[in-house]
C-alpha cells in the first residue's frame, strides 16, 4: 500500500520529457533581458507572478476557453480573439509565433497589451494573483541575471 502512494506521488512531480516548462530564474531572466522590469510601471516581480499563474512558466501553453470563445496562447496565455491572427490581430503576430521558447514575440504583444487601459488589469490572473500580494519579491528569491 504505501508503496502506491509513494509512487501517486512520485507521478504528480514528474514532468514529461516533452514539456517545454521553463525554471522561473529562466523565465525572469527573459523577462528582463526583454525590457519588462519596470516596463510601464510594473516590476520584473509583477511579470514572473503574472507568468506563472497563466501557464505555470510553459511558454508553449495552449488553453482553449470554449464558453469564452477564445484560446490563450504561450507564456502568458494571450487571448486570440484580441491579439493574434485568429481574432482581431492587435499584436500584428501569428497565434503560434506566441509560442516559441525565445519569448520575443510573447514579449512584445504583451507590451501592447499593458500599454492599454487596463494595464496588467487585462489579466484577471493578475488581478486576483498578483497585483496585492505583498511578497512579490519571493519570485525573483535566488535569480542572477
Known amino acids: 500500500m504505501k508503496a502506491s502512494v509513494i509512487l501517486s506521488l512520485i507521478g ?16 525572469a531572466k527573459k523577462l528582463y533581458e526583454g525590457g519588462l522590469d519596470n516596463f510601464e510601471g510594473y516590476s520584473l516581480e509583477n511579470w514572473v507572478c503574472l507568468a ?23 507564456l502568458f496565455q494571450i487571448r486570440s480573439h484580441d491579439w493574434c491572427d485568429r481574432g482581431k490581430n492587435r499584436c500584428h503576430v501569428s497565434c503560434s509565433a506566441l509560442l516559441n521558447p525565445n519569448l520575443k514575440k510573447t514579449i512584445e504583444c504583451a507590451k501592447r497589451i499593458v500599454k492599454g487601459k487596463d494595464g496588467m488589469g487585462a489579466w484577471p490572473s493578475w488581478s486576483l494573483n498578483c497585483r496585492l500580494a505583498d511578497n512579490l519579491e519571493r519570485w525573483l528569491d535566488g535569480c542572477r541575471f
Open 52 to 74: 506563472y499563474f497563466e501557464s505555470k512558466f510553459n511558454p508553449t501553453a495552449i488553453y482553449e476557453n470554449l464558453p469564452g470563445g477564445y484560446t490563450g496562447y504561450g
Open 12 to 27: 504528480y512531480l514528474v514532468v514529461p520529457s516533452g514539456a517545454a516548462v521553463m525554471a522561473r530564474c529562466r523565465v
